[in-house]
């Protein structure tokens, strides 16, 4: 029995949850990762696992196991990546979870970077405005806004991004241009986010030298994702809050129009974020570093000449 090889599957087996799923991310036949347990569990003389036709749990015995077991293979991982970081460069596959919105409008557009820096690193990139479980889904980090509240991951602060109010020119025609957030309560309809984890409507947040305001108006739709978010904007459905590197363009080509430019809602910080046996990856790393230096080239806010209202302040 390889029992390293053993160890790394009977750890990605309790992360995933059932045996197909971590043969999947193994990329390993299922019948292989099943024996690699039995031989382990044989050579230990404990019962690991409790299987059932639907999902695996794990023994007491296999809890206690897990947990010496990723200690051990994460101060592996390490001594691997002291060994080979000044030797080799970083390579593998690297996967990342990241919102579609930010994905298809910031990073990859610049991967063209990142690989002629590190061509042996393959980057499978998932896009989805639903939070991923990266130890079951087997990832290596992903991109987060807003306040990390998980406490199992490390995170890494590596921008923020501004948000701005903004309506098409037809439905500002149709229902004239608001002039105080109020407005939004009472004369219009905004288009609303709704985040897939919570499942709650994300309020409209404004606030100027002397008020602090929290809107939640009536919505004509709401949506879970960036990218239908920004087409029900181009629609015309309603008023938005978008991201100011997704509202850059439509904005530059009058599909959008900035409004209530005297408001400003602060800006929202970004993080990339990993479980705490990936942190040393060395692919890990140099990609973290690349986001951030991406990020600080200020591609998440306005440029100076477009900042408008208080984005300004807040940048400075």
């Not at 010496?68 to 101060?75: D, H, I, K």
């Not at 079951?136 to 490390?154: S, T």
């Not at 105080?180 to 709704?194: D, G, M, N």
């Not at 800006?267 to 973290?288: A, D, E, T």
Request: hydrophobic content about 45%; proline content about 6%.
């Amino acid at each position: 029995m390889d029992q390293l090889t053993a160890m790394r599957a009977f750890v990605r087996v309790v992360e995933a949850g059932t045996f197909t799923r971590a043969a999947d991310l193994l990329e390993m036949p299922k019948p292989t990762v099943t024996k690699l347990i039995q031989q382990l569990e044989t050579h230990l003389r404990a019962r690991l696992l409790n299987r059932t036709t639907r999902r695996v749990t794990v023994t007491m015995d296999g809890a206690a196991y897990y947990e010496r077991a990723m200690r051990l293979l994460s101060e592996l991982d390490e001594l691997d990546a002291s060994m080979t970081i000044a030797q080799a460069r970083p390579s593998g596959r690297l996967r990342v979870d990241c919102s579609s919105a930010l994905a298809t409008s910031v990073i990859i557009p610049a991967l063209h970077e990142f690989h002629a820096r590190y061509p042996d690193i393959q980057v499978d990139l998932g896009l989805s405005d639903r939070p991923a479980d990266l130890l079951a889904e087997n990832l290596d980090c992903a991109v987060r806004a807003g306040e990390i509240v998980d406490q199992n991951l490390i995170a890494r602060r590596i921008g923020e991004m501004q948000l701005i109010t903004c309506a098409t020119p037809e439905y500002l025609g149709r229902a004239g241009t608001p002039l105080h957030p109020r407005e939004l309560e009472e004369a219009h309809h905004i288009v609303a986010y709704r985040p897939a984890l919570s499942g709650r409507v994300m309020p409209f947040f404004y606030q100027n030298h002397s008020e602090t305001i929290e809107i939640s108006g009536r919505y004509t739709i709401s949506v879970n994702d960036g990218m239908g978010y920004m087409a029900a904007a181009l629609a015309g459905l309603g008023v938005v809050q978008l991201p100011t590197f997704m509202a850059r363009g439509p904005i530059t080509e009058g599909r959008l129009v900035p409004i209530l430019l005297d408001w400003c809602t602060g800006p929202k910080p970004l993080h990339i974020v990993y479980p705490p046996n990936r942190h040393l990856s060395n692919k890990v790393r140099v990609f973290v570093d690349w986001l951030a230096e991406l990020f600080s080239r200020d591609v998440l806010v306005l440029r100076p000449e477009e900042k408008m209202g208080c984005v300004a302040e807040v940048a400075a």
